[in-house]
């Protein structure tokens, strides 16, 4: 079985008119998506972001939850934030996922937009079940991965749709969402 790792990308990205932006990471980024990987069996979830005042932020929340008040109020955190990796981009995560299995991983992006080949999220499943090659799963903040990123994954896969034509889930939704699909195989 491909392991999987998870990554959060807060730069490059759209913002709602378009512009490449570098967005905020919340305390909610952090622990939520640490727990998610936890729960899905993720081997480690990256944080993106190149700026060193939000890289500081990542290492506070981490600490808090680690050695500090969060350790004592809540236990299990600690064991999802330990998946907690920061790293500048995708690239450097990929870096760090080839220097742990020694296999560049298979880079998959998550997108609300419509369009393209999509990869199904049983394809997908199946592919972590029968391939050794980890896969990195990405997902985009703000108003998503930009064309320069997505140009770059080897996969991209197909959107969450919900019941009607509006279609802006939150970031931590859709990766609750996106992580069951895959290692539950629906």
Not at 10 to 31: E, S
Request: overall charge negative; glycine content about 8%; aromatic content about 6%.
């Amino acid at each position: 079985m491909g392991d999987l790792y998870v990554a959060l990308v807060h730069w490059p990205v759209y913002n709602m008119h378009g512009d490449v932006v570098t967005t905020a990471v919340t305390n909610m980024d952090v622990h939520d998506f640490g727990r998610l990987a936890r729960t899905f069996g993720a081997r480690a979830f990256y944080v993106c972001t190149p700026v060193p005042t939000l890289r500081r932020l990542v290492e506070r929340i981490i600490r808090h939850w680690e050695v500090g008040p969060g350790a004592l109020y809540n236990e299990t955190r600690k064991e999802a934030l330990a998946l907690v990796r920061q790293v500048d981009d995708i690239d450097a995560a990929a870096t760090d996922i080839e220097h742990e299995t020694g296999v560049l991983p298979l880079l998959v992006g998550t997108s609300a937009r419509e369009g393209g080949d999509r990869l199904t999220y049983p394809a997908l499943a199946r592919r972590l079940r029968e391939d050794p090659r980890p896969v990195l799963l990405v997902f985009g903040t703000g108003w998503g991965l930009t064309r320069e990123v997505v140009e770059r994954l080897d996969a991209l896969l197909e959107p969450i749709r919900g019941a009607g034509d509006w279609n802006h889930l939150p970031v931590r939704a859709a990766g609750a969402i996106v992580l069951d699909r895959l290692r539950n195989d629906r």
